[in-house]
């Protein structure tokens, strides 16, 4: 039996259960490893969750269900309509509302005796390590890798275990980064993040509307596990769940000694500027970094600037025919990224062209291939329809 936190240890005096509580929680209670004892000490924590999303939405639910006295949750987002294949705490009822109001809803729904502390807006360098330093454990349910970063420096240094998830088309992955437990931090695994917007979010690569349910459920059984001090942690072990093979897999993780920020001499020991660190300050003229701040690319006003002025440009879409009917910019040709090698003599090599796709992933190989092919003056428009959709156009359908 392993303790994670001592100051929880401290609470489980004040944390008595109730005859509604006693019912509620008979289920549990029967079961030799929680009892009443471990109950008290689910009552008695605190647990800060990033993020009421795809990841977040099936842990805060069996979180609370469960009895965990104290949820935290920190989010800037409002409810969409693409959320809902996947973000079960909110419904369709609550789009339009923020993230946070729906998500308290649904919980204090499903278990009126917990406290739900909201945090409204995002993690940052600023707030994490006083948002960190009031809970016991810190379940990441965000979607990108400067908050990935982040928490997991500040987990570190707060030596709170910090319970892992990710989630890409039909896979996923969780593992728990407890260095003060004896195993590895996200950095030993990963020193240096991937190249910005060499790796497509759920936006542009989709994912499996059940699989962060999956993956959201492991992280809630390992931070209730974490809680009770029973059964073996995901410590120093990755787990991976592939989908299409339904496969679990697990891979042994270490402790890098020279991690920088878990390592025998760290060098990084406070707060850095992530967004930075991750390159996610290259700006609309370079959205990509590394071998890709090569492709010229203009922005979504300078774009709208041509087409105002009547200037003569080629709007290339290079998205699938079902994103092309979900939205389009008027006037644009559709070309699939695909069919782009066998239909490029449809495109006049002296044309000025702009090419585009949801977020300006897809759009940046397109424009790297006619590059390529002798079409000089083409240009990736940053930030794709969806930018224009944000900044040009509201009133277009967003997906
Ligand atoms: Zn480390």
């Given amino acids: 039996m392993f303790r994670v936190m ?8 004040q944390a008595q259960l109730s005859s509604e509580e006693l019912a509620r929680y008979s289920r549990h209670l029967i079961l030799p490893e929680i009892g009443v004892e471990g109950q008290r000490r689910l009552k008695a924590a605190r647990v800060l ?6 990841l977040g939405s099936p842990a805060a ?14 989010d800037s987002d409002d409810v969409d309509l693409t959320n809902l294949h996947r973000q079960i705490l909110h419904g369709t009822k ?16 499903a278990n009126p005796n917990i406290e739900i502390e909201l945090h409204n807006g995002r993690f940052t360098s600023e707030n994490a390590q006083d948002l960190v330093g009031r809970y016991d454990i810190v379940v990441d ?10 928490s997991n420096d500040v987990c570190v240094w707060a030596r709170k ?29 990963f020193p240096e993040p991937p190249p910005a917007g060499s790796v497509p979010n759920c936006a542009e690569a989709g994912v499996l509307g059940v699989l962060p349910g999956i993956i959201g459920m492991i992280q809630a059984t390992e931070a209730i596990k974490l809680i009770l001090g029973t059964g073996e942690p995901l410590v120093g072990r990755l787990l991976h769940y592939d989908a299409l093979k339904m496969k679990f897999r697990e891979f042994n993780l270490k402790r890098d000694p020279e991690c920088p920020v878990c390592g025998e001499k760290p060098t990084i020991t406070s707060p850095i500027d992530y967004e930075q660190f991750c390159g996610m300050n290259a700006g609309v003229e370079a959205p990509l970094s590394g071998a890709a701040t090569a492709i ?13 002025q009547k200037n003569r440009v080629v709007i290339l879409d290079v998205r699938e025919k079902f994103e092309y009917e979900i939205a389009r910019i008027e006037g644009s040709q559709l070309i699939p990224l695909d069919e782009l090698p066998e239909r490029i003599s449809e495109l006049d090599p002296n044309a000025e062209i702009v090419a585009l796709c949801h977020t300006g992933m897809r759009s940046a190989r397109a424009v ?5 092919h002798g079409y000089k003056r083409s240009f990736n428009l940053a930030g794709g329809i969806d930018a224009w959709a944000h900044e040009i156009d509201p009133t277009m359908q967003k997906y």
């Fill in 141 to 150: 349910g965000s979607d990108n890798f400067p908050t990935r970063y982040l």
């Fill in 94 to 109: 609550d789009v339009g509302r923020s993230k946070l109001k729906s998500a308290h809803d649904r919980l204090h729904d």
């Fill in 61 to 74: 639910l069996y979180l609370a269900s469960a009895g965990v006295g104290t949820i935290g949750l920190i």
């Fill in 368 to 372: 790297q291939f006619l590059q390529g």
């Fill in 296 to 308: 010229p690319a203009i922005s979504v006003s300078d774009l709208k600037h041509k087409i105002d």
């Fill in 6 to 13: 001592d100051k929880i240890e401290q609470r489980i005096a």
């Fill in 49 to 54: 969750c990033i993020g009421a999303g795809g």
């Fill in 161 to 189: 275990p910090n319970v892992y998830g990710s989630v890409f088309r039909f896979d996923g992955q969780s593992t728990v980064f407890a260095p003060h437990l004896s195993g590895p931090c996200y950095r030993c695994l």
